[in-house]
């Protein structure tokens, strides 16, 4: 009984600590904020009202470059005092650099088509067929060959050229994909100024910032989920039922 | 686990200044299913906006933490009130314009109801010994 009343005085001192640095971290949380929306708003004066918004978030390529691990860890009470275990968790912050997606296998292209046996062991680019064999082609499934009055001349195009060529549509996106994503502060223009550096700077503080109280307020959980336990079982034993 | 080793994703539901500063950090993610990791909470966003970004982000595996402007904690204070999850861990943040209020935190109203419960259970433990 006293190991255990020693075990919750511990706790009760333990979660006021906590409570104070909670509240500390997330005044300076709100600071740091505060400092890195200054930067915003200098931003906006020199460039604009639209310099920094949402609609120049990069949604092709975005991808998260700092992560948080969390770690379980117990708390165990004072040493030669029995306590049930309680799970709270580390964080820590990770940077991880940018991965670059693998590009696509290409698909496997089709056998040459030749027409001839491949005994040499050459390639041949496969016929393609010219606007006039594809109309005759058509005619003929339609049964209106007969009906031609002479055929078509064939133009001499064994280039394989197609006369309805168009040079193939641009995917700026696969391009994108390609280059790789760009760093968040490349969003708001080629080359950051100098408050956008320091809003980035801000708000890194602020990542590190948020590990810390994330800790604090996992070891809180913990140490209140404990003692309601604590304060049930309490109860149960002074009810004289 | 996700949230182990290489680490996991930090979600962030706020005003757009908030959500582009933490983006400027590194921390947004748009997954193949243009699924993304923040909320902009503007004056269009409704409550249900956010209860169900609140909802979607506590239940994804990938993420650990998930940052709330406290003023858009307090348009779901009973979803957050009621969290009690570990992981992801749920944060609430000040804003720029509304400074932070320790009197609506919920994890310190957990803390300040219990430090009132252990008052009555010794109250009530003293009584009984009489």
């Not at chain 1, 005994?119 to 006039?132: A, S, Y």
């Not at chain 1, 309601?228 to 079982?233: C, E, F, G, S």
């Amino acid at each position: 009984m006293g190991a255990d009343k020693a075990r919750e005085e511990s706790d009760l001192v333990r979660v006021l600590e906590l409570t104070e640095e909670a509240v500390r971290l997330k005044l300076a949380l709100g600071d740091t904020i505060r400092e890195g929306t200054f930067a915003f708003s200098r931003q906006r004066y020199a460039r604009g009202p639209h310099a920094v918004s949402e609609t120049q978030y990069d949604l092709n390529t975005m991808r998260a470059t700092t992560k948080i691990s969390a770690t379980p860890r117990s708390i165990d009470g004072p040493s030669g005092v029995s306590a049930p275990r309680s799970t709270s968790y580390t964080f820590n912050v990770v940077e991880t650099p940018f991965e670059p997606e693998p590009e696509p296998e290409p698909e496997p292209k089709p056998a040459a088509r030749s027409g001839k046996a491949d005994d040499d062991g050459l390639r041949r680019r496969p016929k393609v067929k010219t606007n006039t064999e594809k109309f005759l082609e058509r005619m003929e499934a339609l049964g209106l060959r007969d009906q031609l009055a002479e055929v078509p001349r064939e133009a001499d195009r064994d280039d394989g050229k197609d006369d309805d060529a168009s040079p193939p549509p641009i995917d700026i996106d696969a391009i994108r994909r390609k280059l790789g994503p760009r760093k968040p502060i490349h969003w708001f223009g080629g080359l950051p100024s100098p408050e956008m550096r320091s809003a980035e700077a801000a708000f890194t503080r602020c990542v590190q910032l948020c590990a810390r109280v994330a800790e604090v307020e996992s070891e809180l959980r913990a140490l209140t989920a404990r003692a309601r336990v604590d304060a049930v079982q309490l109860h149960e034993v002074g009810d004289p039922s | 686990m996700a949230t182990e080793g290489k680490g996991a994703l930090i979600s962030v539901i706020g005003d757009e200044d908030t959500v582009t500063g933490f983006l400027l950090a590194g921390v947004g993610e748009v997954d193949v299913r243009r699924r993304t990791n923040y909320l902009v909470v503007g004056d269009k966003t409704t409550t249900k906006q956010i209860e169900e970004a609140f909802k979607e982000m506590t239940s994804r595996e990938d993420v650990a933490v998930v940052l709330i402007s406290q003023f858009a904690a307090d348009s779901i204070r009973y979803l957050v009130n009621e969290y009690d999850k570990p992981i992801p861990a749920v944060l609430e943040i000040p804003s720029k314009d509304r400074p932070y209020d320790a009197t609506k935190d919920s994890v310190l109203q957990r803390v300040h109801h219990l430090m009132g419960a252990e008052d009555a259970a010794a109250t009530t433990t003293a009584t009984g010994a009489r």
